[in-house]
Nanobody, 125 residues
Framework: EVQLVESGGDSVHVGGSLTLTCAAS????????VGWLRQAPGKGREGVSS???????YYSDAVQGRFTISSDPAKSMIFQQMNNLLPEDTAVYYC???????????????????WGHGTRVTISS
């Protein structure tokens, strides 16, 4: 059974920092990239970051230079350090095993189609 439990979201001011944590189970980090997606109010989910088992890292243009993804495969944990937060970072953040598609508007997708409850990040000015 695949389970994903996100934590660490909070309400902070512009310029603040947060660390998100994901406790994952039911799949091997050797089989999939892991990553974070987010959903802002009224919008669909968008890929934010990913980390492959061989160390390849992706960040969306919106978060490049501000967010850092990492993992601890031995503990099945995924992390995302978020610095210099902006109002447009306001969203519910989800972790997931990742598959990359060659085409389409959303190339980064949840490989196993199981979602946690997410963790809510709110940035205020």
């Amino acid at each position: 059974e695949v389970q994903l439990v996100e934590s660490g979201g909070d309400s902070v001011h512009v310029g603040g920092s947060l660390t998100l944590t994901c406790a994952a189970s039911g799949f091997s980090f050797d089989d999939y990239s892991v990553g974070w997606l987010r959903q802002a109010p009224g919008k669909g989910r968008e890929g934010v970051s990913s980390l492959s088992s061989d160390g390849l890292i992706y960040y969306s243009d919106a978060v490049q230079g501000r967010f850092t993804i990492s993992s601890d495969p031995a503990k099945s944990m995924i992390f995302q350090q978020m610095n210099n937060l902006l109002p447009e970072d306001t969203a519910v953040y989800y972790c997931a095993p990742i598959i990359w598609l060659q085409t389409g508007p959303q190339r980064m997708i949840n490989a196993l189609h199981v979602w946690g409850h997410g963790t809510r990040v709110t940035i205020s000015s």
